[in-house]
């Protein structure tokens, strides 16, 4: 079974906002209390970037082209963790992911979920 389901993608308007979620699977239950959890996004032609990571004991840092616009969170009472996204621009479309950036290797990556900020 997938370790990350995404979900919560869609189109919306430049300016507009989204949030999107990432329910992780019982397996990794206690991911969100010792892993360093992130968001994603690779877009057609590019390399996968990381966008935001949230730490356990609540640390986050974001992508520069992201910040004051896009937030981490995480809910460990529903396994599930966020990326609420407002002020959207058309560089923004991708397909988003979330993962534990230092377990990549180990753990499979989900489908993802495809943002579309366009007019």
């Known amino acids: 079974q997938e370790q990350f389901v995404e979900s919560g993608g869609g189109l919306v308007q430049p300016g507009g906002s989204l949030t999107l979620s990432c329910v992780l699977s019982r397996d990794l239950r206690t991911a969100l209390d010792i892993y360093i959890m992130g968001w994603y996004r690779q877009a057609p032609g590019k390399e996968r970037e990381l966008v935001a990571t949230?730490?356990?004991?609540?640390?986050?840092d974001y992508l520069d082209s992201v910040k004051g616009r896009f937030t981490i969170a995480t809910d460990k009472a529903k396994d599930t963790m966020y990326l609420h996204m407002s002020s959207l621009k058309p560089e923004d479309t991708a397909v988003y992911y979330c993962h534990a950036p230092r377990h990549t290797d180990e753990i499979s990556w989900g489908q993802g979920t495809q943002v579309t900020v366009s007019s």
């Open positions: 949230l730490a356990p004991a609540g640390d986050a």
